[in-house]
């Protein structure tokens, strides 16, 4: 896990225990002794990219440093039903308490990464990777993010303060791309950041503005058809990164990449997911 993102999830696994076990739970405190240890296991039951075992790990210390993790399989392993990603050992009640939260995250990231790794294969043989976008869950972006590149995906940015991306919207309250690209300039200068920009475009003459206005390090076709592609790769010529977006899935996915960009991005990966199958079941010693 990133260095960087190591706040976000501690701060998100902090959310979770005061959503979930609030001032106690009382259910396993009113029939669980305090001082009675047991086992279970993560068993997988659908096929897919396994993700999360490491925040799962960090949910379980962080309600009880004393439970013992056993870990068996790596995030990014492709599993079958029946496979068991970790033991955990310890504190029943904790065992209890950290069973809903670490489920439902690793979960959703094993789904995440699960969609992701079949875009992968959808693309092999070509230059082109996936990237996600920010249509993920509010509060949830590090998770799915981690999940997108434990798949094979990339990820794009983080969120508004990592890059410099002019849509549709900014160009067209600034007052075109010309004026928006020579505002940004001026804006990153004043406060000493060195940011990538990347610019939306909608036309194939947005491409010559982008060009003619100092140019830009990524241009992101909107919704340009297959044939517009072809046309705005011949264009772009090598001078800069070029992303497909919008309107873009995985039975597409592949003619848009064959094009010759660089990327394709698709919210897909992260808002139109099924969670992996999973439970977190008691057990005894192998």
Known sequence: MKKEYVPFVEDLIDLAIREDIGDGDHT????????????????VKQKGVIAGIEVARMVVSRLDPDVVFDQRIED??????????????????????AERILLNIMQRMSGVATQTAACVKILEGTDCRILDTRKTTPGMRVLDKMAVKIGGGE????????????KDNHIDFAGGITKALASV????????????????VRTLDDI?????????????????????????VARIAGRCEIESSGGINM?????????GVDFVSLGALTHQIKSLDMSLKACGKD
């Open 28 to 43: 396993s405190l009113a029939t669980i002794p305090h001082d009675e240890r047991g086992r279970m296991k993560l068993l």
């Open 155 to 166: 990820n794009h940015r983080m969120g508004l303060f990592d890059m410099i991306l002019l």
């Open 251 to 259: 039975g597409t996915m592949r003619a848009y990449a064959e094009c």
């Open 208 to 232: 010559d503005e982008v060009f003619a206005a100092g140019g830009a390090d990524r241009m992101m076709l909107d919704n340009f058809s297959i044939e517009m592609t072809r046309e705005a």
């Open 185 to 200: 300039r001026e804006y990153l200068a004043e406060h000493r950041k060195s940011l990538p920009i990347e610019v939306e």
């Open 76 to 97: 990014g392993t492709t599993v079958e039903p029946g496979d068991v990603a970790f033991y955990v050992e310890g504190r029943v009640i904790s065992l209890l308490q």
